[in-house]
């Protein structure tokens, strides 16, 4: 099957590398295609953290390098390009917020990654992404160049596509490497993958006495056979089955590759606050304190139940021997064992169950600044999928983010001009006070002039009609943020009007409400709202040549509008206006109400907090007060041809 739609980039995966690689693309203007396997997209990022989440950490661009275990290097541009505060800005933004944790992680106020995922699928919506939920099978390249991908559902064609298939590990979310086999389809070297932040396999069977058992406050140190140090750190660790595991050993993990050839030992100091001497005069006193017992039932306050067997086993103290009968020789035996209890590591856990592949793209083949192929123009990777690294915290993320925004960021516009009858590209913003006759005004000068009309504040009024029908206050910031996952908005037009879908129902009548406007008013002042909905205008005029208006286009949505006009009238004069609309819909009201609500809403408008309504500095006033509807349009009009010819 041929599939004939283009597109200007293809995305293949819908984890957190391709929803921002595909989100991004979006909002420049370009036409997005995002494909993956599963029905449901970020589902490795939706159980990242134990289902928190750990999206970036707060650091500086070069201690994420830092932290880097393989060619960290490579990343300078990219994390200095969107840094770990770009990456909690831009979810701040959209409604989620952050704290930061022990160690500089940072995590979702709500300790819920649905709320990471959930702000990325409404990005990719806003910014006009299309999903496609199918399974990549190849790419499709032409004279060393990408021409699109062939999918289980027929082939798409694009002049750029970004991987961002993930590596190996966590295969049942979808990271099956897929991602490695069209790299080397378009001629690049794969690093061999390998289990990277992963629990080890331990020769000793003790482990498996011992699973479960978590240490806290201990020294891992991780030694080759030659003796030589390759991992030394304090944390938490735990036994499994097979070995063992925890954010300590997940590290380590990061420093071993070749376990047989290297002969890797752990040796894990249970008491690293105590010096030999000291934990000698330790051992005394609690032998002192039960005397009366066998020397199992003495080590109780240094070791934990699950241990103790182990430890007195290694020791080869008889179990039953009285404590007040150990030995000096015997004692340091045991201060042995606490100071460096030794396993042997015989692999890395299987790489299904790595939380981060090593390995993959080589970084030789792929420009830093771009993430774009050295070996096939117009293809570019960003995650897991290049072999670029890092510890545990949050960086891995962050060099999702970061590689992705690279990438994104560098897949050239489509040339605006090349529009309908060449027209010039234009975007025209009209600011203004309620009632000014914004809405009307503009769809008129859309229609005579073959633009786009963005009717914004219409937008608002759906989401405050959603908040409205759920029966939340219209300032309940709180609930009304968790209400925008819900709220699918899209817009058709239909004899030039501009028809409002939301979940699928037309409701371009019920949003003219007195009810509503006031709703519109207050939840526009929510930062997530807004944040929600800018994603939505930018890429519209990003794609098109449109006339847009409300209240903070010029200032906030589109500052690099190249016509701004700032449209006003008296209130009473807007207010006269606005009852005659509801008288003719049927609406029964006073001009007293309407002029109230009128200045209720320009005072609300003009004092939030959040893109308070006012003129952009090179804005062009006009003034309806003592202007007729045609009057308004003929200036509007002529404002707008004479930005044409310029």
Not at 164 to 191: N, P
Not at 436 to 446: C, D, F, M, N, V
Not at 513 to 533: C, M, N
């Amino acid at each position: 099957m041929r599939n004939t739609t283009d597109y200007d980039v293809i995305v293949i995966g819908g984890g957190a590398a391709g929803l921002f690689a595909a989100g991004r693309a979006g909002e420049r203007g370009l036409r997005v295609l995002l494909i993956e396997k599963n029905e449901k997209v970020g589902r490795k990022l939706g159980i990242t953290g134990k289902g928190r989440c750990n999206v970036t950490n707060n650091a500086e661009p070069r201690t994420v390098i830092e932290n880097c275990t393989t060619n960290g290097r490579f990343l300078f541009s990219a994390v200095n390009a969107f840094p770990p505060s770009a990456v909690m800005n831009f979810f701040e933004e959209r409604g989620v917020p952050l704290k930061t944790e022990r160690g500089f992680r940072v995590f979702p106020q709500s300790d819920r990654a649905a709320d990471i995922v959930n702000a990325l699928r409404s990005y990719i919506k806003a910014s006009g992404v299309t999903r496609l939920t199918a399974e990549a099978k190849e790419l499709i390249i032409s004279d060393g160049e990408v021409r699109g991908v062939s999918s289980s559902s027929g082939e798409y064609y694009a002049k750029s596509v970004i991987v961002c298939t993930g590596g190996m590990s966590y295969t049942l979310t979808g990271s099956t490497g897929d991602g490695y086999r069209f790299a080397e389809s378009a001629g690049h070297t794969i690093v061999k993958p390998v289990a990277s932040l992963v629990g080890i396999c331990c020769a000793e069977r003790e482990c498996s006495e011992m699973a479960g058992f978590s240490l806290k406050n201990v020294k891992l140190r991780v030694e080759d056979k030659r003796g030589r140090a390759v991992f030394e750190e304090m944390g938490e660790m735990l036994f499994t089955h097979v070995g063992v595991s925890g954010p300590l050993v997940l590290s380590a993990s990061a420093h071993m590759r070749e376990y047989e050839k290297n002969g890797y030992k752990l040796y894990i100091d249970l008491k690293p606050a105590l010096s030999e001497e000291k934990l000698d005069a330790r051992l005394l006193r609690d032998f002192e304190k039960y005397r009366n017992r066998e020397f199992m039932n003495a080590l109780s306050d240094l070791a934990g139940r699950s241990m103790i067997p182990v430890i007195v086993a290694r020791s080869g103290i008889d179990p039953e021997k009285r404590v007040n009968s150990v030995t000096k020789e015997e004692r340091k035996k045991l201060i042995g064992l606490f100071k460096a209890f030794q396993l042997t590591a015989i692999s890395p856990a299987p790489i299904e169950e790595a939380i981060i592949t090593s390995g993959g793209v080589s970084t030789r083949e792929i420009d830093p600044k771009t993430m774009a192929s050295k070996k096939c123009r117009g293809l570019y990777f960003a995650g897991e999928v290049v072999d670029v690294d890092a510890y545990t915290g949050g960086f891995n993320l962050q060099i999702a983010w970061s590689t992705a925004y690279a990438a994104a960021s560098a897949i050239p516009l489509p040339d605006k001009n090349e529009r309908k009858n060449d027209m010039k590209h234009l975007d025209v913003a009209i600011d203004g006070p309620s009632g000014a006759g914004k809405s009307t005004l503009a769809r008129l000068a859309a229609e005579k002039l073959g633009l786009i009309y963005v009717d914004t504040g219409a937008l608002y009024r759906t989401v405050g009609l959603y908040v409205l029908s759920k029966g939340v206050g219209s300032r309940d910031a709180d609930r009304i943020i968790a209400l925008l996952p819900e709220i699918d908005i899209g817009m058709e037009y239909s004899g030039g009007i501009q028809r409002m879908i939301l979940n699928g129902e037309d409701v371009t009548d019920k949003i003219r409400t007195p009810e509503v406007t006031k709703y519109a008013s207050d939840v526009s002042a929510i930062g997530a709202v807004r944040a929600f909905l800018t994603d939505t205008q930018r890429s519209l005029a990003e794609k098109y040549s449109v006339i847009m208006d409300g209240r903070d286009i010029g200032t906030v949505i589109l500052p690099n509008a190249e016509l701004k006009i700032f449209l006003t009238a008296s209130a009473e004069v807007r207010a006269r206006r606005r009852l005659k609309d509801f008288e003719a819909k049927g609406i029964e009201t006073t001009f007293e109400e309407v002029l109230r609500d009128i200045e209720d809403r320009d005072y609300n408008d003009s004092h939030r907090e959040i893109a308070p309504l006012r003129p952009a500095e090179d804005s062009v006033l006009v003034d309806t007060s003592d202007k007729s509807l045609d009057e308004s349009l003929q200036i509007i009009l002529e404002l707008i041809k004479g930005a044409l010819k310029e």
